[in-house]
C-alpha cells in the first residue's frame, strides 16, 4: 500500500483533539521479591522507587501529546488533586478542560516487581458527578474549534448519560468527528458516534446472547451493534489477535497483531484511540486507521506501565509494516 506516512505524521500537528473524560493518577512502587510474609501466604515487595504518571483519559492526552498534536482534557477530579495538576504540568498539558468537586481524585497504585504486577490498590469515587450542566457548559466551550472528539469512558462518574448526549448531540450538530473507548455501564448511550471502539470483553458484555467471541461470529455481533448504536465505524480491538474494522457500508477487515515483545497491556486502548482519533481528523481511509492504531497498541505493550507512545517509532513501523 503506498501511504505518505511522513505526510500523515507532519499533519498531526495540525490537529486539535478534544478528549472528554475519567482522568486519573497511576502510581506505581517498584521493587524486590525477596521472601514470602510470616503473616499470610504472600510475597514481601521491598520498595525501591516510585513513581506516577497520568492515566485514564489523561493518559489519552499523553498520546496525542506525544504524537504532535494538541490535546484538551475536559474531566472532573477531586479537590485534593493528589498531584494531577503538577503531571499535567510537567508534561506540558493544558488543564484548561479540568474541573473539581467534593469527590476522591481516582488514584490507581500498581506494585510491580520481576516486570509484573503483583497488586493493584485503587482509591476512587465512582458516583456521578455532581455538577453536570457547568461540566457540559465547559466541555462546550472548549469543544468550538477542534477537529475530533473522543470520549474516554472507565465509569467513574464523568461520563453521565447527560454529559455523553449533550456532547455527542454537539459535536454532530457541528459536524465534529467523534470516538469511543466504551465500558459497560454507558455502552448503549453513545449513539451516532462516528468511530466506537469497545475491547472483545466489552462486546461479550454488551452481547444479550452472552456467546463466545471467535472469529467466525464477530461479523454478525458486530454488525447488529453497529446498527443498534447508529456508529458509522466499528474497531474492535482483540489483544494478541489484532483488530477488526467494519464500516457502515459493512466493508470489514480483520488485522492480526503484529509481532510484539507484550511486556505490559495497561494503556494499550489508549495508545489505539489516540492514533485513531488523529487518523479519522485526517480523513484517512478506515482501513489504514485500523492498522495503524492496531500498530500504536502493540507498540504501548511493550514497556511496563502506561507511557506516552513514541512518535518516531510508530511512524517508521507504519513505514515498514503498512
Known amino acids: 500500500m503506498n501511504t505518505n506516512w511522513h505526510s500523515i505524521f507532519n499533519d498531526f500537528k495540525k490537529i486539535k483533539v478534544l478528549i472528554v473524560g475519567d482522568a486519573m493518577i497511576d502510581s506505581y512502587m ?4 525477596n521472601r514470602q510474609s510470616p503473616e499470610a501466604p504472600i510475597p514481601i515487595v521491598d520498595i525501591e522507587k516510585h513513581e506516577k504518571r497520568l492515566g485514564g483519559a489523561a493518559n489519552v492526552a499523553s498520546h496525542i501529546k506525544a ?3 494538541t490535546p484538551i482534557l475536559c474531566s472532573v477530579i477531586g479537590n485534593e488533586d493528589k498531584g494531577f495538576f503538577d503531571l499535567m504540568e510537567r508534561e506540558n498539558l493544558s488543564a484548561k478542560g479540568i474541573l473539581q468537586e ?3 481524585t481516582t ?3 500498581r506494585i510491580i516487581s520481576e516486570n509484573k504486577h503483583q497488586l493493584r490498590v485503587d482509591e476512587e469515587d465512582t458516583f456521578p458527578i455532581i455538577n453536570e450542566s457547568d461540566f457540559i457548559k465547559h466541555s462546550i466551550d472548549l469543544m468550538s474549534n477542534v477537529h475530533v472528539v473522543i470520549f474516554q469512558d472507565y465509569n467513574k462518574g464523568v461520563l453521565t448519560k447527560h454529559v455523553i448526549n449533550s456532547l455527542v448531540d454537539f459535536a454532530t450538530k457541528k459536524q465534529i468527528p467523534t470516538l469511543v473507548d ?4 454507558n455502552y448503549w448511550h453513545y449513539k451516532g458516534i462516528n468511530l466506537f471502539k469497545p475491547n472483545a470483553k466489552e462486546l461479550i458484555e454488551s452481547n444479550s446472547e452472552k456467546e463466545a467471541l471467535s472469529l467466525e461470529n464477530i461479523s454478525k455481533i458486530v454488525t447488529k451493534q453497529r446498527k443498534q448504536l447508529n456508529a458509522k465505524s466499528f474497531l474492535l480491538t482483540l489483544s494478541e489477535k489484532g483488530v477488526f474494522i467494519q464500516t457502515d457500508n459493512e466493508e470489514e477487515h480483520h488485522y492480526p497483531a503484529y509481532k510484539r515483545t507484550i511486556i505490559d497491556v495497561s494503556g494499550a486502548g489508549d495508545a489505539v ?12 481511509d478506515y482501513h489504514i486507521l485500523a492498522q495503524l492504531a492496531n500498530l500504536a497498541g502493540g507498540l504501548s505493550c511493550e514497556k511496563v506501565g ?3 507512545i513514541n512518535r518516531e517509532n510508530l511512524l517508521n513501523e507504519a513505514i515498514r509494516l503498512i
Open 30 to 33: 517498584w521493587g524486590s521479591i
Open 67 to 69: 504524537l504532535g498534536a
Open 102 to 104: 467534593e469527590r476522591k
Open 107 to 109: 488514584v490507581k497504585t
Open 182 to 185: 466504551p465500558k459497560k455501564e
Open 273 to 284: 484511540i489516540a492514533t485513531a482519533a488523529l487518523a479519522l481528523a485526517q480523513k484517512l
Open 306 to 308: 502506561v507511557n506516552p
